[in-house]
């Protein structure tokens, strides 16, 4: 699942970004409104983590740019600001979830990983399709009732497939959601994940679509 935070302030950027990339999450960080703006314009996030105290356009411009072009991504609110008349600008400008600081890293991973899996229309906190299960929060996966251990990008690109099951994803598409900006991509690291999953799974797991991508199949659980 890959995340954008918008926040100034450097030591806390950092913090945010290292403790959801420990969470699992890819994370691409900015520090002004016009960058937020420009890479939620260019490439495609499962969530935002948004300061409202920014430099060069606001948090509030930036959120009610996006949605005045409709764009749906889930926007989490991180800031000082903690009167309820702030709360309330900034929900009815857009936002869906709302978190002040001083917080918990812990809280705010699991503040994310409620609103991607309500945007993704999967309230249940655990992923099922067919034989498999997935906990993101417990970083766990199962097979037919057996725990499988998994890498950090196997256990990404699995979440892909889960979320989209029934759906083909092209090889852009799963780098997309696996990949921040900066970090290195081979050119067949899709492949290689897919063939380890296969693997740990059963080949007959994730389908091949050839020209077009990978698909989870939604069969039923045997």
């Given amino acids: 699942m890959r995340v954008l ?3 100034d302030d450097a030591l806390l950027g950092d913090a945010v ?4 990339i420990q969470a699992g999450f890819a994370v691409d960080w900015v520090r ?3 960058a937020a703006t420009h890479a939620l314009q260019t490439d495609t996030y499962a969530a935002v983590v ?9 948090g509030l411009d930036v959120l009610r740019r996006l949605r005045e072009r409709d764009d749906p991504v889930p926007v989490l609110i991180l800031t000082a600001r903690d009167t309820v008349d702030d709360r309330v600008q900034g929900l009815d400008a857009g936002a869906d979830d709302y978190l002040i600081k001083p917080f918990d890293m812990g809280e705010l991973g699991a503040r994310l990983r409620a609103l991607i899996r309500r945007a993704s229309g999967k309230p249940a906190p655990v992923l099922r399709v067919g034989d498999v299960e997935l906990d993101p929060a417990a970083h766990r996966a199962r097979f037919r009732g057996n ?14 497939l889960m979320s989209s099951a029934g759906k083909v994803l092209s090889r852009a598409q799963i780098e997309q959601q ?5 970090e290195e ?8 994940h897919i063939h380890h999953l296969r693997r740990k799974l059963a080949p007959e797991t994730i389908q091949t679509i050839r020209g077009v991508g990978y698909l989870l199949p939604r069969a039923p659980r045997s």
């Fill in 5 to 7: 935070v918008v926040e």
């Fill in 17 to 20: 970004q290292a403790g959801l």
């Fill in 32 to 34: 002004d409104g016009v």
């Fill in 50 to 58: 948004l300061d409202l105290g920014l430099p060069r356009l606001s």
């Fill in 147 to 160: 725990a499988v251990d998994l890498s950090a990008k196997e256990f990404a690109v699995l979440h892909a």
């Fill in 178 to 182: 696996l990949y921040a900006w900066g």
């Fill in 185 to 192: 991509i081979e050119s067949n690291a899709v492949e290689v």
